[in-house]
């Protein structure tokens, strides 16, 4: 059965354009060499470039994604920076975040969550509760902390950063093994799972793109780029039973209180946990129009 005319009655659409007045994507050509913790990498090696030329041409024109992180690292990187500074970790692995998350509140298949992708087990090593009332996963604060004790404890095991970040993928186990087995003694010479064979790769190409927006097709303006949020912080004492009611006593509502403090889970807080709730450092508008109510 036809479901539609194709007649010559049918309109056609014009085709007057010249390939060659369309614009033709342009990207600059990959560095000879990039550094990534402090370390010089040779992209000159023709394995690596080549790698690295995949994950950056897959993020450069998946222009959604990326101008979203791009806006989004306006927001959340001042804040991972200094933790990630006053834990001693490069300040790099905030690009790990990147490619764990695009910088938002991500929940995987496999259960993983937050910007730092914790698992369930793993959140308990590192000290983040998870509970009917909190997932401390979405704490950016916290998990940024936790994240940082991680890759403490992979550097020191490989005292190499690029084997520290691989097994954030791939566990040190996994990176342990496949080192013994290959007989090698770094990243770049080994042969891995598809997954973490382009991990880190993926990190050096987001690494490149947001430090040269511009140059990889990224124009953005001051105004395009999200705010950081402007915060005080309260740290309540005794448990708070009906957090929406709290919310209001304090100007603002619910839906805000979760925007900034995502780590929420329910309507109430029992503080098995220490924690820092923030709040709007200015008064917050709770009339998003006119004639609201």
């Known amino acids: 059965m036809l479901l539609f005319s194709c007649g010559s009655e049918d309109k056609k659409l014009p085709v007057d354009i010249k390939s060659s007045d369309a614009p033709q994507p342009s990207l600059p050509e990959l560095p000879k060499e990039m550094t990534f913790c402090g370390v010089k990498i040779n992209l000159q090696d023709e394995d690596i470039r080549e790698r690295l030329d995949r994950e950056v041409l897959t993020n450069a024109y998946f222009q959604s994604a990326t101008l979203q992180i791009l806006k989004r690292a306006n927001r959340f990187f001042p804040e991972m920076e200094k933790i990630l500074q006053a834990e001693g970790i490069p300040e790099d692995f905030k690009y790990l975040a990147v490619i764990e998350s695009s910088l938002q509140q991500a929940l995987s298949p496999a259960g993983a969550v937050g910007f730092w992708q914790f698992m369930p087990e793993t959140s308990k090593e590192y000290g983040l509760l998870i509970d009917a009332e909190v997932d401390e996963r979405m704490n950016i604060e916290k998990s940024t902390h936790a994240a940082c004790q991680y890759l403490k404890k992979a550097h020191a095991a490989f005292q190499d950063w690029f084997l520290a970040a691989a097994s954030y993928n ?26 973490t064979a382009r991990y880190v790769y993926r990190i050096l190409a987001m690494k490149l793109i947001m430090e040269n927006p511009e140059g990889y097709g990224f124009h953005l303006r001051k105004t395009d780029l999200y705010k950081p949020f402007e915060t005080k912080v309260v740290v309540p004492t005794v448990a708070i039973e009906n957090l929406s009611e709290w919310a209001l006593e304090k100007g603002i509502n619910y839906k805000i209180l979760v925007k900034l403090n995502p780590w929420i889970l329910g309507n109430k807080l029992s503080l098995r946990s220490p924690c820092k709730i923030l709040l709007p450092k200015a008064g917050f508008n709770l009339k998003p129009y006119d004639n609201y109510k």
């Open 170 to 195: 791939r566990g040190m186990g996994g990176v342990s093994s496949d080192l013994e087995w290959q007989s090698a003694t770094n990243y770049f010479d080994m042969h891995m799972n598809p997954e």
